[in-house]
């Protein structure tokens, strides 16, 4: 008997489910768009397979994933290129005509460290604003470090406490006079220097992206628990910032240690909701769903389940709310923190 090889598109398919409220509009403001990453391509025909697979995906936000650089020309304007090549999709995507999800915005990368030589940061602020015909939204800068990067399948960059740095908040502080938003990645153990950024620079509006990524393998492995007693501390005190939102999803990674890219099934919506429920929940009673928006990470998430899937997931973790909180929820807050 063959094994089918977790992630691949035959995996994928052995979880087919009744699409849940499928009428209900949603953006997806958080994938990525890439070339030969995890052995596979993820483009726009891809992601157009995936938010055709049943759930009314009206627009999308795609955001930085280092992809598509430019190699020539000056260092810190290298993160044009994939604005450039996004663009020009989002452009591709906007012509449809068969009811494709929409590229409505992009969150693009800029090293906000450069704020010590003010010009070039300003001069890559407005050529990603130009260069993306107002479809730049925000910057991700992210500050995920951790001390064992050789465990992790997609180990963060950053230096340490690049939150802490003064160069970097000054950069954080040209993000908001320009009106783009911060988007934020980094792990568990940093949620409370995340908590000092905000409440050092309250007028940049900032995107908690992933719960803060509470991890799970290598030293964290069968650390869960306590992990999480840990984590719900510190979103609580997170969410008293209020230039903070919330992004619900991207818990699907490998590096979150659930263990489902290991699996010869993928999980269904059920198996999805019972082992993650508790972080949806908790995140969303400490921010209010007016400040909560739903996530799919893909194709990252894509490593452990279908498309599908996890958005019946989401509808089933909030099912009992009002219909006005699960606009806000899968619609209304995206919509309003990246003016789309």
């Not at 450039?84 to 999800?101: F, L, P």
């Not at 719900?232 to 699907?252: F, M």
């Not at 099934?265 to 909560?292: N, W």
């Amino acid at each position: 008997m063959s094994t089918l090889i977790p992630a691949s598109d035959a995996w994928l398919a052995q979880i087919n489910e009744e699409i849940l409220d499928p009428q209900r509009p949603i953006i997806d403001p958080h994938h990525h768009l890439w070339r030969k990453r995890f052995d596979r391509d993820y483009l726009l025909q891809d992601l157009w397979a995936d938010t055709g697979s049943g759930h009314n995906i009206l627009k999308t936000v795609f955001v930085e994933c280092r992809a598509f650089y430019h190699r020539d020309g000056p260092e810190h304007l290298h993160p044009l290129g994939e604005t450039e090549y996004v663009s020009k999709v989002a452009e591709q995507s906007a012509q449809n005509t068969d009811g494709h999800a929409q590229i409505a915005g992009i969150v693009a990368k800029a090293d906000l460290m450069l704020s010590r030589e003010p010009e070039k940061l300003e001069e890559l602020l407005l050529d990603h604003k130009r260069i993306s015909k107002g479809l730049c939204k925000g910057i991700r800068h992210s500050g995920a470090r951790d001390s064992r990067p050789e465990d992790l399948l997609i180990p963060g960059q950053a230096p340490a406490y690049l939150y802490g740095r003064e160069d970097f908040r000054q950069g954080l502080r040209m993000l908001a006079r320009h009106g783009l938003s911060y988007d934020t990645w980094h792990y568990h153990h940093q949620n409370q220097d995340f908590l000092d950024l905000a409440q050092a620079v309250p007028e940049a509006t900032m995107i908690l992206d992933h719960f803060g990524t509470p991890l799970g393998v290598g030293i964290y492995r069968g650390a869960h628990d306590a992990i999480f007693e840990q984590w719900k501390q510190d979103i609580q005190e997170i969410a008293r910032c209020p230039n903070v939102y919330a992004k619900l999803g991207g818990l699907a990674m490998p590096d979150n240690g659930f263990g489902w890219d290991k699996e010869a099934v993928p999980p269904s919506s059920d198996e999805f909701v019972r082992r993650q429920k508790k972080y949806y929940l908790h995140t969303i009673e400490c921010f209010g769903p007016q400040r909560c928006m739903f996530e799919s990470n893909f194709p990252v998430d894509k490593l452990s389940l279908p498309y599908h899937v996890v958005w019946n997931g989401f509808k089933k973790m909030v099912a009992d709310f009002s219909d006005n909180e699960k606009h806000a929820m899968f619609f209304g807050t995206a919509e309003k923190v990246y003016r789309l």
